[in-house]
């Protein structure tokens, strides 16, 4: 069976630091573009982050670009996704997925995993 489980979600203060885990398994991931979206009550689920197995190309929304990194353990076959400086607008479930091609909306990815609540307290 075929999985994405995230865990690291928590709450902190405004200005701290969370690291989001996401570990594949089930198959092979080395091929999938990994995702990161977070969905806030009342919004969207936007786009946050994508790294690829392969190479470790990234790319970041410009709302988190310098304060938030993703990486990857090949070995793992575990996604990780630091979040340093946090704002209370971070506040949102965050989900990993996983798709063929990558991109910026949740309709290019086909595997989600459970997501996970970060609270950012002012």
């Known amino acids: 069976q075929v999985q994405l489980v995230e865990s690291g979600g928590g709450l902190v203060q405004a200005g701290g630091s969370l690291r989001l885990s996401c570990a594949a398994s089930?198959?092979?991931?080395?091929?999938?573009?990994m995702g990161w979206f977070r969905q806030a009550p009342g919004n969207e689920r936007e786009f946050v982050s994508t790294i690829r197995w392969t190479g470790g190309s990234t790319s970041y929304a410009d709302s988190v670009k310098g304060r938030f990194t993703v990486s990857a353990d090949n070995a793992k076959n575990t996604v990780y996704l630091q979040m340093n400086s946090l704002k209370p607008e971070d506040t949102a479930v965050y989900y990993c997925?996983?798709?063929?091609?990558?991109?910026?909306?949740?309709?290019?990815?086909?595997?989600w995993g459970q997501g996970a609540q970060v609270t950012v307290s002012s």
């Open positions: 997925a996983a798709g063929w091609y990558g991109g910026r909306w949740p309709a290019q990815y086909h595997l």
């Open positions: 089930g198959r092979t991931f080395s091929s999938y573009v």
